[in-house]
Nanobody, 120 residues
Framework: QVQLVESGGGLVQPGGSLRLSCVAT????????MTWYRQAPGKQRELVAT???????NYADPVKGRFTISRSNARDTVYLQMNSLKPEDTGVYYC??????????????WGQGTQVTVSS
């Protein structure tokens, strides 16, 4: 089992920055990848950025060049550095971990979400 807790959201003006954190506990060595998603009001949840166990990183087109995903050396924390924030970045940001069960089934864990509001 893997558990996730996000933090770092808040209210920021357009052009500002925030850094989100996601701390994983439990069997962190079973994690295959960790992903940040976001969900704006009235919209579907969308992928923002992914980092795999092997260090491969991918970003959604709307955040390329502005957001950076990284992880701690212990691989138990994933960060999302968000720069040049825009009002359309507003939403609840969720951390997701894809991990292997004891029977090598791929499972998903989700954090509770953290609110990001970009507004003047």
């Amino acid at each position: 089992q893997v558990q996730l807790v996000e933090s770092g959201g808040g209210l920021v003006q357009p052009g500002g920055s925030l850094r989100l954190s996601c701390v994983a506990t439990g069997n962190i060595f079973s994690i295959n990848s960790m992903t940040w998603y976001r969900q704006a009001p009235g919209k579907q949840r969308e992928l923002v950025a992914t980092i795999t166990a092997g260090g491969i990183i991918n970003y959604a087109d709307p955040v390329k060049g502005r957001f950076t995903i990284s992880r701690s050396n212990a691989r138990d924390t994933v960060y999302l550095q968000m720069n040049s924030l825009k009002p359309e970045d507003t939403g609840v940001y969720y951390c997701n971990a894809e991990y292997y069960s004891d029977s090598y089934t791929l499972l998903n864990a989700w954090g509770q979400g953290t609110q990001v509001t970009v507004s003047s």
